[in-house]
């Protein structure tokens, strides 16, 4: 007792005693903000002291997350997941600041420098923007996703327990999203038509549900096919294989032509791995069939047009439809879109628009030829509809280049952990890793949707992942033996 009075104790006590008199008074008066300091200082102890475990339930909550309009800002926000990340990403910076722990070998890193280049003119641009609310905003969210799922998404994932619980706890709710509209789904019969309704509210149409779809399929076939090779349990693998059927079922009713093609992409990459073709090669056919595509695009275009079949419930023929640019309204727009942001970049082809500023600025820049039905003179429909045109018209050549760079250092290095890792775990680990992302980077072809929290946090978490495994895959082999 005598200890508990010491004056070591004594100014806690007082602290504590002031507290409870002053919040009695408060709640006698119906003021209850005082009793929130409690919750306050566990939440602020959480986020610094066990920041990991706020990044794993980020990756539970996304698929499952919502979009909430602020009327006053004109905006929307994904609830609960962006409040958390702005948070989260606060308190990781200052974490950093109050430490100095800063991972030098995570910061030189080749992936690394090119998404921080990518960032750096990303801000240069917002400060030249058009729209510069509406580029710091796109600055913003563009930090806290690279920050979160990246950075510190690399230390966490440093551990293969936290790397397959984070895959596993978005798989899981995932499922949940994909089981819930295709019962939707099924109350109109499975029909095209309503493909894009009933994926409401967790996702904001049919196109963003099959492209995150897809990239969590090689994960769960690849589990299921290798338990072993994963340091699974018979428990997991059948998760696994169910997860893989439903995401599959997901997948073919989402009537998304571009995932079903991003899947095909990603068998194909498959096929090229396994036969051991070297980077180099494929970034000469890459480069030769661009050239050739962007040379011989009017003669291209008069053999699409010929393609009669459109989007319908039929899958034969909603599939056939990919070809034909003379009919499909969605095809048309699209293509609309792209030849606006190719406008627009011939206009401000250094510094662009500004990020996310392209629904703002493009309706002058289209054609009356190229219109469709879903056109408006207002262009305020959406987006540039792919990963690549999108920055080029918002940020100008760099801003592409610098998107395009960080894609071949992706799979430059995805290429070489598969080649000569001799430790099949993480063989095959990197293996699925890039198999997502190459899902997800053919599809942005078609779209982008990395301004959303779905497509952002597992695909800078996957990059990350695939940066561990060419820094510490021997750290990460050993941790996993002792455990």
């Known amino acids: ?32 903000w005082l009793a929130l300091i409690p919750v306050a200082a566990i939440v602020i102890y959480i986020f610094f002291v066990t920041p990991n475990w706020i990044l794993l339930l980020l990756s539970l909550l996304t698929p499952l997350s919502f979009s909430y309009n602020i009327e006053r800002f004109d905006s929307a926000i994904s609830i609960p997941t962006e409040p958390i990340l702005m948070a989260l990403t606060v308190f990781y910076i200052l974490k950093l600041l109050v430490e100095g722990n800063i991972n030098k070998k995570l910061l030189y890193h080749p992936i690394s420098i090119a998404i ?10 917002s400060i030249s923007s058009s729209i510069p609310l509406v580029s710091l905003k796109f600055l913003t ?61 967790f996702f904001k149409d049919h196109t963003i549900y099959g492209a995150i779809i897809a990239l969590f399929i090689p994960f769960m076939i690849g589990f299921f096919i290798a338990p072993k090779t994963f340091k699974l349990s018979s428990f997991e693998r059948i998760f696994a294989g169910v997860f893989a059927l439903i995401l599959i079922l997901g997948l073919i009713f989402s009537f998304t032509r571009a995932a079903w093609v991003s899947i095909m992409v990603s068998f194909v990459f498959m096929l090229v791995l396994f036969m051991r073709i070297k ?43 990919i070809s034909n640019i003379s009919t499909d309204v969605s095809n048309t727009e ?50 540039a ?45 990197s293996l699925l890793i890039l198999l997502s992302l190459i899902t997800y980077l053919s599809h942005g072809i078609m779209n982008n949707f990395l301004h959303t929290d779905k497509a952002s946090v597992p695909f800078w978490s996957f990059i990350g992942m695939l940066t561990v495994l060419d820094l510490y895959r021997i750290k990460i082999i050993q941790e996993d033996e002792k455990n």
């Open 141 to 201: 969210a563009r930090i806290w996703y690279v920050a979160i799922f990246y950075f510190m998404g690399v230390e966490l994932f440093k551990e293969y327990k936290y790397l397959k619980l984070f895959i596993w706890l978005f798989s899981i709710t995932l499922v949940v999203a994909v089981i819930y509209t295709l019962i939707r789904h099924s109350q109109h019969f499975f029909t095209q038509d309503w493909a894009n309704k009933v994926t409401y509210p």
């Open 116 to 125: 921080l280049f990518n960032l750096f003119w990303i801000m240069i641009t």
């Open 334 to 383: 699209r293509i609309n879109r792209w030849m606006s942001a190719i406008r627009m970049f011939q206009e401000r082809p250094f510094l662009g628009w500004g990020p996310g500023t392209f629904m703002f600025k493009y309706a002058p820049y289209q054609l009356d030829r190229e219109k469709t039905a879903i056109s408006t003179n207002f262009g305020t429909l959406g987006n």
């Open 385 to 429: 509809h792919s990963e690549y045109l999108g920055p080029l018209s918002e940020s100008g050549l760099l801003g592409m280049l610098s998107f395009l760079v960080l894609v071949i250092l992706i799979i430059a290095y995805g290429m070489k952990i598969f080649y000569h890792s001799e430790n099949k775990q993480i063989k095959y680990l």
């Open 279 to 321: 980077f180099s090669y494929l970034l000469i056919i890459a480069v030769l069939a661009t050239g050739f595509v962007v040379t011989y695009w009017s003669t291209i275009q008069m053999r699409l047009v010929k393609t009669e079949s459109v989007s319908s419930t039929d899958i034969k023929d909603h599939f056939e439809s």
């Open 1 to 32: 007792m005598e200890n508990f009075f010491s004056r070591k104790n004594l100014v806690p006590a007082i602290i504590l005693l002031v507290f409870i008199i002053a919040n009695s008074l408060l709640l006698i008066h119906e003021l209850f």
